[in-house]
């Protein structure tokens, strides 16, 4: 494999692809990271979209992408993916485009549709070594109908599904395991506040064959109850706390690429949004958080044994 | 807007109404327009659905009526009238939107709480409202902003209820301005619009979009309250920060150098955060407006 081209900061792209004018919200985690990767992959991609808040990315007559978008239902964009690789592969065979003509499959899924919904639909894909790219923005909940639990939704979480005093009951399931354990070619995690970590993922995904997916951690204003322009200092905590795990699988093989040393105590990531507020209240909070943080800690105590 | 109408539709019916109020939802975004309706009769109302035919118009931010798609002035005719909380008065904005129906302002002044704060909006929206239509006494619109905002802490309903009355009494002039309108009769039912579609191949009818990036016609600028402006003589040009972090992409870099486009900037204030000198300063969108009216004054 090549070596990356980005190296600093100052490689990142300064030249923005994705068109601005989307409805998206201020300060939106998912859109900061979808156009971080949308400049990385360039202009020469099919994004298949699974419902979600980014089904109105491109809403007649307008659209961000500078080329094909299809609209899936939420458990279908790997399958919509399938038909456009499939489609696209005929037109090779027949010589209609050339081999330079030919185009990225790129699916653009929620959290509701990767670690839910849309699961069974990626399974099958990665096990027909389906040729497309995979981008999971995941907000940690149904963000788009007022954020109602998800499997993504981490433990003790207030949702509008979940308003009980202890927030979440369940954990935030491990997709990044799942679908690694299909052995796909490429798994990765990444954030929008880690712009040149995830640039370099999204050029090596690019680079490669076969079924490639990405999880990019979204913060979010509206679902995860804080001021829009906390977005990238909250993503930045997620990174240091530890509670989201910078990594990537390729062959068999996990590595992470960031080692928060020494980690930050995951309330500092905790306490800046409201739909965490009820862990620091009273003496049962008190207990969660001390859950969360051990949890945190025998993950990074694996990995750095 | 949906508790605005939530707390008219129940003060309403506590003086005996029949009530429909109903929240519209589109996308729910932050910034996006939200709606809401509400019909009270003393007799029982058959309509259902959307309001076409207004009575009374809230708008609650002033900068809606500048955008076609959020159609705060859709159904409007002459004996509409329209409510808007502004900085403006309703003569500017009568001749602003050309408008003919009687125009009230609530607004914003240091004599009364009344203030365009967002946690209050829809108790000034509905206490506006309530004096409007001339049939909901104080009292009733007190205990109605009360019970609907129950759940919340004691000192918020207090300052929602100072919001909500304040802005009842400053309405008192235009007590009963709102005239009921009459309902329409299952006898002599309104005809649809139709719309003629004439058959076109599919390349033309279809709803294909066949250029790139024309997200950029939408001004999510307008969204706006706060504006952060680029102090160049602060900025170090490390153009990669604001610009890769800004989750819209409205910072271009041109010769190095940062440049927010406004017209997309929808005010997250993510670069402000961000910026590793601080050479972004957040200013409040209306008075940069006012700055940007005077210098253009100044230049003509």
Known sequence: MKESMYKRMKDLPSAHLLGTGTPMCAGCGGL????????VLGSRTVFVNAAGCMTLLATYPFTPFRGSWLYTAMASAPAGAQGIRDALDILLQRRSITKEEDLDVVVL?????????????????????LDFLYICYDNEGYGNTGQQYSGATPHGARTATSRGPSGFAGFKKDLFSIWAA???????????????????????????????????????????????????????????TGIWPLKEYVDGTVTHTRMPRPRRPVAEYLKMQGRFAHLFLDQRGKHMLAEIQARIDRYWDTVEA | MKTASRILGRAFFAEGFEVQDAPRYGAERRGAPIFAYVRAAREAINERGIITTPDLVVVADDTLPAIPAAGTLAGVDDRTVLLIISREPADTWRSRLNLSCSVVVIREDVESP????????????????AHLVGVIPRPTLAQA???????????????????????????????????????????????????????QPAGAAAPVIQAAATSVEVHTGLWRSVRPVIDDERCVGCWWVCSTFCPDGAIEVRDGRPHIDYEHCKGCMVCVAKCPPHAIDTIPEHAAQQADREDHHRDA
């Not at chain 1, 990765?188 to 997916?213: F, H, N, S, Y």
């Not at chain 2, 009344?114 to 409202?129: I, L, N, R």
Request: net charge negative; aromatic share 6%.
């Open chain 1, 32 to 39: 900061e990271a979808l156009h971080e990767i949308y400049d």
């Open chain 1, 109 to 129: 899924t929620g959290d509701g549709a990767a670690y839910g919904m849309g699961l069974s639909a990626t399974s099958g894909a990665i096990e027909r070594g």
């Open chain 2, 114 to 129: 009344v203030s365009e704060e967002m946690p209050f909006k829809g108790a000034v929206c509905a206490g506006g409202a």
């Open chain 1, 182 to 240: 299909h052995k796909p070619t490429y798994v990765a995690t990444v954030i929008g506040a880690e712009p040149l970590d995830l640039a370099r993922k999204v050029e090596k995904a690019k680079q490669l064959d076969g079924p490639r997916l990405i999880i990019a951690l979204a913060p979010c204003p509206t679902g995860w109850d804080y001021e829009p322009r906390h977005t990238a200092d909250i993503g930045k905590l997620a990174v240091q």
């Open chain 2, 145 to 199: 902003i009360e019970r609907e905002l129950d759940s919340m802490p004691a000192a918020m309903i207090e300052a929602n209820l100072e919001h909500g009355l304040a802005a009842f009494d400053q309405l008192a002039d235009h007590a009963g301005a709102v005239q009921q309108g009459v309902g329409v009769s299952a006898d002599n039912p309104r005809p649809p619009q139709w719309v003629d579609l004439p058959l």
